[in-house]
Structures are given as C-alpha cells and as structure tokens.
C-alpha cells in the first residue's frame, strides 16, 4: 500500500511568518516529489517539485526532502494572505506507471 | 497552449443515467489520468494511460470506463450514475516516464452531482 500522510490542519500563521507544511510517504522506491496549492473550488497548480536530497528554493518557497526519513517539506517564507489555500503533497513513482499518489492536503490560513 | 480542457465545468445527473466527461490536452503529453476529490479529501486515481490505446486501473476504478484512441483525449464514462460518483473530476497529464521533472497538469475540473 503506497500512502503519503500530510496533518490536515487548519494551519494558521500571522502575515510575514513563515508556514511549514509536512508530508510523509510509505513507499522507499518513490522518486519525485511535487508540492500544489488548491484554492476552493480550483484546480490544483503546481508550486515545486524536488527529486534529490537537500533543499530547493524558489523564491519564497523551499522544499526539502530526505528519503531516508521518507520526508518531504514545503517553508513559505514571508507568507502572504494570498497564500492561504490547501496544499497538496504528490509523490510519483515510476515503476508503477507513473502514477502519482496524493496526500489528503494542509489547509493553511494567512493572518493579515 | 490551452493545456487540458475539461468539459462540461458542472453537470446534474439522476441516478441511473450515463455521461461521458470529455478531456483533451495540447501539450502532446503521453501520460494522461482521471482523479476524483471528494470534499477533505485527496486526489484519488481512477484510471491512467501511458499513451495512445494503452489504459489501466486506478485505486478507484469501479463504476467508470475510459478509452484512448488519440495522445489528445481521453474521455471517463459514467455508466449508471451513482450518488457515491458525486464528486469533482479532474483530468491530468503529464510529459515523460523516467524523468524527474515531469509534473502534472490538471484541467479545471467537472463538478458532478448525482441526485
């Protein structure tokens, strides 16, 4: 069974914090992995994906992997009301098709 | 590039009765899938292809059908709508097996109510 386990929330953070959002997957042949942001009622976008160990900026976002702990996390530096949505932790293996596997989501809430 | 398009946006359906989501992606994308999202829930697969004429299984597949005779389309039939099927679909697709940065991108979504 390939799980991946985000904590559901709320997750809420004063303006100009920063947001740390969590992903744990079960799978050890998992190889890429992808963080989105869905607004209600919109389709999922992507934000960034990151496939080595260590961290990855882009901008304000940072995600960082460690396959050992079977790890994946998403900062949101310096966040913004705009950022509040739930973001989605998707983990894709290839030996399964391609197949991306979905966490259930983080609901964040910016507080102006 | 329009990316994928997914029609119809919403759509009303009694029980018993049959529908066809439509889906067609520009990107020339080889790798295409049917996800369901259930409220407070995750993306939960129904059924993926890795290229013209090639389909299989999801988690959740039971209830559905699809078919892929074009790299473009690739439409879900509802046969005998059910108030379990109520849910948002979203259509994806994706470039490359094999390689790390290939990510997916998703429609805009169908919002179907079975009533």
């Known amino acids: 069974q390939k799980e991946v386990e985000q904590n559901s929330g709320p997750l809420s953070v004063p303006e100009g914090a920063i947001a740390s959002l969590n992903c744990t997957y079960s799978?050890?042949?998992?190889?890429?992995f992808f963080w989105y942001r869905q607004y209600s009622g919109k389709s999922p976008e992507l934000i960034m994906f990151?496939?080595?160990?260590g961290d990855k900026e882009d901008g304000r976002f940072t995600a960082q992997l460690n396959k050992a702990s079977q790890y994946v996390s998403l900062l949101i530096r310096d966040s913004q009301p705009s950022d509040s949505a739930t973001y989605l932790c998707?983990?894709?293996?290839?030996?399964?098709?391609?197949?991306?596997?979905f966490g259930t989501g983080t609901s964040l809430t910016v507080i102006p | 590039n329009a990316g994928v398009t997914q029609t119809p946006k919403f759509r009303i359906l009694k029980i018993g009765q049959s529908m066809t989501l439509q889906c067609t992606q520009d990107?020339?994308?080889?790798?295409m899938y049917w996800y369901r999202q259930d409220p407070g829930m995750g993306l939960k697969l129904i059924y993926y292809?890795?290229?013209?004429?090639?389909?299989d299984k999801g988690e959740v597949p039971n209830g559905y059908n699809v078919s892929r005779s074009t790299t473009e389309d690739f439409p879900l039939r509802l046969e005998l709508a059910a108030p379990s099927q109520t849910s948002v679909y979203f259509c994806?697709?994706?470039?490359?097996?094999?390689?790390?940065?290939?990510?997916?991108?998703f429609g805009n979504g169908t919002r179907l109510t079975v009533t």
């Open positions: 994806a697709s994706s470039y490359d097996q094999g390689s790390n940065n290939s990510p997916l991108h």
């Open positions: 799978d050890r042949g998992s190889q890429s």
């Open positions: 990151i496939y080595s160990n």
């Open positions: 998707a983990v894709n293996m290839f030996d399964t098709g391609n197949q991306f596997y």
């Open positions: 990107m020339n994308h080889n790798y």
């Open positions: 292809s890795v290229g013209a004429g090639i389909t």
